[in-house]
Nanobody
Framework: QVQLVESGGGSVQPGGSLRLSCAIS???????IGWFRQAPGKEREGVAC???????GYSSSAEGRFTISQDKSKNTMYLQMNSLNVEDTAMYYC???????????????WGQGTQVTVSS
């Protein structure tokens, strides 16, 4: 079993930044870890991932604005989000045990989520 706990969400104005954190109880070798989000009335979408070999992947909406990273010494994954806009408002989830980068169906373990609200 793997536990994931997100933190760092909040409210920010358009153009602002937030850094989300995800504490992961243990890693599973050979699998993906990633960030997903779901806005009210919309389907869950993949945002960013760290692949088994350490390289990263991003959705088109996240590319160039968001940065995913990992501190293995702290068993923590981060999502630095810059240039936020109202369309980024959503519940953000971290996930582990994935078999593909941005495909949520392939992830086994999920956190409870942290809310990000972008508004003026």
């Amino acid at each position: 079993q793997v536990q994931l706990v997100e933190s760092g969400g909040g409210s920010v104005q358009p153009g602002g930044s937030l850094r989300l954190s995800c504490a992961i109880s243990r890693t599973i070798r050979g699998t993906y870890i990633g960030w997903f989000r779901q806005a009210p009335g919309k389907e869950r979408e993949g945002v960013a991932c760290i692949k088994p070999r350490g390289n990263t992947g991003y959705s088109s909406s996240a590319e160039g604005r968001f940065t995913i990273s990992q501190d293995k010494s702290k068993n923590t994954m981060y999502l630095q989000m810059n240039s936020l806009n109202v369309e980024d408002t959503a519940m953000y989830y971290c996930a582990a045990g994935g078999t593909a980068c941005l495909s949520g169906d392939g992830y086994i373990y999920w956190g409870q989520g942290t809310q990000v609200t972008v508004s003026s």
